[in-house]
């Protein structure tokens, strides 16, 4: 039977592990779109209703199954809008491909109708963007994009002029050195371990140390068991960039819990106080919340070595898998019978999670936001997914809702874009079907892309939303004020009633405004075996600040107060109530 350019591409990702594809149809791609229908045995297509979306969920998938996501768009606009999704897998190190469709190749270039150089267009966020050719190039092109995108976590992309996709194999012209088959399908991995004298040098830094704390990221995700060994030994608190959240359980006793603006007090002032920093899989960006400089001695384990230094001056570098190297870091410990710097930080973390925990359930109406959060986290299936987007809410979910040993933990890291959440809750649910899915949202993150409510109901997918209304763009709100000193502008949003939303989409829609209704609804919610969205109103003047008194935020926050914030006596008067008021003093 013939085959054609399109055939080529599909049965290749195929071959390299492509069970899913995220995008939406479009002239410009329809012979992948065929070829694509003609292998659905082993091949599935979500169709999505915003390209971006598709490719923030190949980003999701990849993160959630360490697979390579896959996402497709056609020309012009189509492969435009897969950009923002494409950078947060470029910025969080996840393998993705992108594949776009392009004009009849002899019009290309010449302001034909949508007639945008996706390859050029891609050079920046994709390690890898190629145009192909013609069918004879497909195989060579195809594979080498998959390669690169699993071997260096990136993004690859790969663009097919529509013409050149119906191109016969058989008929297209071949090169005399381009023998069919030449390339490999075969995947390679490397476990890259550092030097003896590196690892040595690093074990005499760790010896020397009497105050070390512990930076754990997503690259620690997987060494759990060799990050915790080596935190015993070494009578380390471990802290965790959000990445990082699910890394060890959030009530585990060796851990602070996170760090930055979202973070924890225990965690502020184990940095604060350490002697010695051991860094492992995490580029946490926000260097103002590392030690000072000369405070610490540090080293760092990256698999990638251009991350090494990259936020604080380490030492020594251990380019390896962090498994591997914590394994034969391990090896050349041995155990501090000193715990004092350890038991300060438990001791000082059961005081934090008391003061969130007996805060977090008042009366008010409308909630408090950590309301909520607190209750979802008490009633999660021991093996959830739980997705947070970008916003106020995601340091509600850093903060008050727990990871525990068997759940998953993402989020859109570096690129930290609004609108992830429901996209990441989409490919969690269709990598892992039997489990619950939560995705933890703001109003004006999930107004972006609303659309894919309608890919939730299409594909029967269990998720449970739940939504955080405050009718607030909350945490701008906060930086406008915190940061700058500026009175809030324009963070106010037009109210949308959410559960019409969801029932028009035929998602069973539930609405919380009161901390008595509150437990009753989750546990309705979370037990359906259908896809639920929970629209919350909760406070917008519920603060969001940092875990410790930063004195310049404060004299901001008073200034922009002063200067006319809408709600100056509500802000005022959440800014006295718990946690926020200790978070002001201390």
């Known amino acids: 039977m013939s085959r054609n350019a399109s055939d080529a591409l599909v049965e290749t990702l195929i071959s390299w592990g492509v069970d899913v594809i995220f995008g939406m149809p479009g002239d410009g791609i329809n012979g992948v779109m065929e070829a694509i229908r003609t292998r659905q045995d082993r091949v599935r297509f979500i169709q999505v209703r915003h390209e971006e979306s598709a490719a923030l969920m190949a980003c999701g998938y990849g993160k959630w199954t360490s697979k390579l996501g896959c996402c497709l768009a056609t020309t012009?606009?189509?492969?435009?809008?897969?950009?923002?999704?494409?950078?947060?897998?470029?910025?969080?190190?996840?393998?993705?491909?992108?594949?776009?469709g392009l004009p009849y190749h002899d019009l290309a270039n010449t302001r034909t109708q949508q007639d945008v150089d996706h390859s050029k267009l891609f050079m920046d966020v994709a390690r890898y963007s190629a145009t192909v050719m013609g069918a004879a190039q497909v195989e060579n092109v195809v594979s080498l994009a998959c390669r690169t995108a699993l071997a260096e976590r990136g993004v690859a992309h790969v663009a097919i002029p529509t013409d050149v996709q119906e191109q016969s194999i058989d008929d297209a012209p071949r090169s005399p050195r381009n023998k069919e088959h030449h390339v490999s399908m075969a995947r390679a991995e490397a476990m890259r371990l550092p030097s003896e004298d590196d690892l040595d040098r690093a074990a005499e830094i760790l010896a020397a140390g009497h105050r070390i704390a512990i930076l754990a990221g997503q690259g620690a995700l997987g060494a759990r068991k060799e990050l915790v060994e080596v935190a015993e030994k070494l009578g380390a608190p471990i802290v965790k960039a959000l990445l990082g959240k699910a890394v060890v359980p959030d009530t585990h006793p060796l851990t602070t819990g996170g760090i930055g603006l979202l973070g924890t007090r225990p965690s502020h002032e184990v940095m604060e106080a350490c002697d010695t920093l051991l860094i492992v899989g995490s580029t946490f960006p926000y260097i103002e919340y590392y030690?000072?400089?000369?405070?610490?001695?540090?080293?760092?384990?990256?698999?990638?070595?251009t991350r090494i230094g990259l936020r604080f001056p380490v030492d020594v570098g251990l380019a390896g898998d962090a498994g591997a190297t914590l394994t034969r870091l391990s090896e050349r410990l041995t155990r501090k019978d000193d715990r004092t710097f350890l038991s300060r930080a438990q001791e000082s973390m059961r005081h934090w999670r008391a003061l969130l925990h007996g805060s977090s359930e008042p009366?008010?109406?409308?909630?408090?936001?950590?309301?909520?959060?607190?209750?979802?986290?008490?009633?999660?299936?021991?093996?959830?997914?739980?997705?947070?987007?970008?916003?106020?809410?995601?340091?509600?979910?850093?903060?008050?809702?727990?990871?525990?040993?068997?759940?998953?933990?993402?989020?859109?890291?570096?690129?930290a874009t609004m609108a992830c959440g429901v996209p990441y809750a989409i490919a969690a649910s269709l990598a892992y079907p039997e489990r619950q899915v939560v995705a933890f949202v703001g109003d004006g993150g999930l107004s972006m892309l609303l659309g894919e409510l309608?890919?939730?109901k299409r594909y029967?997918?269990?998720?449970?939303?739940?939504?955080?209304?405050?009718?607030?763009?909350?945490?701008?709100?906060?930086?406008?004020?915190m940061f700058l000193g500026n009175p809030e502008y324009e963070c106010d949003l037009e109210p949308i009633d959410f559960v019409k939303i969801?029932?028009?989409?035929?998602?069973?829609?539930?609405?919380?405004?009161?901390?008595?209704?509150?437990?009753?609804?989750?546990?309705?919610?979370?037990?359906?075996?259908?896809?639920?969205?929970?629209?919350?109103?909760?406070?917008?003047?519920?603060?969001?600040?940092?875990?410790?008194?930063?004195?310049?935020?404060?004299?901001?926050?008073?200034k922009a107060l002063r200067r006319g914030t809408r709600g100056r006596a509500e802000i005022e008067h959440a800014l006295?109530?718990?946690?926020?008021?200790?978070?002001?003093e201390g």
């Not at 030690?291 to 070595?305: E, N, S, T």
């Not at 209704?517 to 979370?526: H, K, R, V």
């Open 502 to 558: 969801a029932d028009a989409m035929g998602i069973k829609g539930y609405r919380v405004e009161t901390r008595a209704d509150c437990d009753a609804i989750l546990d309705e919610a979370l037990s359906s075996r259908d896809a639920v969205l929970v629209e919350a109103i909760v406070d917008p003047n519920e603060p969001l600040l940092p875990p410790k008194r930063v004195p310049a935020y404060v004299e901001n926050l008073e």
């Open 291 to 305: 030690p000072k400089p000369g405070q610490a001695r540090g080293i760092q384990i990256d698999r990638d070595a």
């Open 460 to 481: 029967d997918l269990p998720i449970k939303i739940i939504v955080l209304k405050n009718n607030t763009l909350g945490q701008i709100k906060w930086e406008q004020m």
């Open 76 to 100: 012009g606009p189509g492969g435009i809008h897969l950009l923002n999704g494409l950078y947060d897998a470029k910025a969080d190190g996840v393998p993705v491909l992108a594949i776009t």
């Open 454 to 456: 309608a890919t939730i």
């Open 363 to 415: 009366s008010a109406k409308p909630m408090k936001p950590q309301t909520i959060a607190t209750a979802l986290s008490r009633r999660l299936a021991s093996d959830a997914i739980v997705v947070a987007d970008s916003g106020h809410n995601t340091g509600l979910c850093a903060r008050y809702v727990d990871i525990t040993d068997k759940q998953m933990f993402s989020v859109s890291g570096h690129m």
């Open 576 to 584: 006295q109530e718990e946690p926020s008021r200790s978070m002001l």
